[in-house]
């Protein structure tokens, strides 16, 4: 394996350990027709079946990695979480104060 290729699987490997695998989730989407035999119907009957993704509410952010700020695609759910920190934006025109 060429070092090349290896440090993209590291690289790969880390950032599926901070954010998780991003890949989006699979299902069916079901079509069904009739009334349900609780409101006085013969019973629900599927139509047709297809194939879907449950994809993730992905959103652009600046986040601090390695000590450097990045734009990172980022589940929300992990924003909301707190396991993923924004990058601190400074107001213009001051001074950080050393604590």
Do not use: C, H, W
Not at 6 to 16: L, S, V
């Amino acid at each position: 394996m060429s070092t090349l290729t290896k440090r993209k699987r590291e690289q790969r490997a880390k950032k599926i350990a901070l954010y998780g695998d991003l890949k989006p989730g699979r299902g069916n989407s079901k079509v069904e027709r009739g009334k349900a035999k609780y409101l006085g119907g013969n019973g629900r009957k599927t139509t047709g079946i297809t194939k879907r993704k449950f994809k993730q509410n992905l959103q652009s952010v600046r986040v601090m990695e390695d000590g450097r700020v990045v734009r990172r695609m980022v589940p929300v759910k992990l924003l909301r979480s707190g396991l993923i920190e924004k990058a601190v934006v400074r107001k213009p025109f001051t001074i950080d104060e050393k604590k």
